[in-house]
């Protein structure tokens, strides 16, 4: 992972919560939601919250008396978060590093992650941190996304930027977001922090939307990806952006689109 991997800033927080979220994001939000509250917590800490997708559905789906604590490191993207939910008293935003996590120990009942751990440069830390203030039996619930073979619109693109940039090709899919997917890795790094009870399990969707460009768009201009292709100069994000458009409707069509995504759905005691 590079620094540039993390740079969600300038138009990318609006973009990502407009066009990514409902493209990719919100049926594991809800899923971990749902998974969340079985485990009947007091007390949720949520990290890599960024624009507040898993914040809302925690807030949607969780009883009235529950506590949520949503950080993320970057605060323009909390500050998107705060936009959706100004009435939800019981929810707390705070700017955090998962891999120091400004509270005390045995603080929660269940740790939530939302396609963050990729991000973090030292995993283990982050894990052993979000144990550390796990009450005893707590839980440790999150997500990563699997493959990028797995996950069609995504894939389009990356193949589309190694041929646009044959020279020197970005490849922030595939380093982050899509880099961290072996179940046993996973496992590992888990048991390393302290971990048990360790459960992995693939989640397949569909993932919709009105044309091509909307995914074209999300992922060229939404992501961190933009800052490799501005990087490179020519062509310009505008040019890269109709490229992965035209990809996306010779491999999908020229209406709605409709791809496959997965992830991994992992919890841990």
Not at 29 to 55: F, M, S, Y
Request: proline share 8%.
């Amino acid at each position: 992972m590079t620094a540039s991997d993390k740079a969600f800033t300038g138009s990318i927080p609006q973009m990502y919560d407009e066009l990514l979220v409902p493209l990719i994001f919100t049926p594991y939000a809800q899923d971990l939601a749902r998974r969340i509250k079985t485990l009947r917590p007091r007390d949720v800490l949520e990290t890599a919250a960024g624009t507040g997708v898993v914040t809302r559905a925690l807030d949607a789906e969780l009883p009235p008396e529950v506590r949520i604590t949503a950080t993320d490191l970057n605060e323009p993207m909390l500050a998107q978060a705060k936009t959706h939910l100004t009435d939800a008293r019981r929810v707390a935003f705070q700017q955090a590093d998962a891999l120091a996590l400004p509270f005390a120990d045995a603080s929660f009942d269940v740790v939530a992650c939302q396609f963050g751990v990729m991000f973090l440069p030292d995993r283990v830390k982050g894990y052993a941190e979000a144990r550390r203030v796990l009450r005893p039996g707590g839980r440790f619930v999150f997500n990563v996304w699997d493959r990028i073979e797995d996950n069609e619109f995504a894939h389009v693109v990356h193949e589309t930027l190694q041929r646009v940039f044959p020279d020197n090709p970005p490849q922030f899919f595939t380093r982050t977001p899509h880099g961290y997917f072996d179940p046993l890795k996973i496992r590992a790094d888990l048991s390393d922090a302290g971990f048990s009870d360790i459960v992995i399990e693939p989640l397949p969707h569909r993932s919709r939307a009105p044309s091509a460009r909307e995914p074209a768009v999300a992922y060229c201009q939404g992501t961190p990806m933009r800052g490799e292709i501005e990087a490179r100069g020519a062509p310009d994000l505008t040019t890269v952006t109709e490229a992965a458009a035209n990809a996306l409707r010779q491999r999908f069509g020229s209406g709605p689109v409709v791809g496959q995504i997965q992830s991994l759905v992992i919890s841990a005691r």
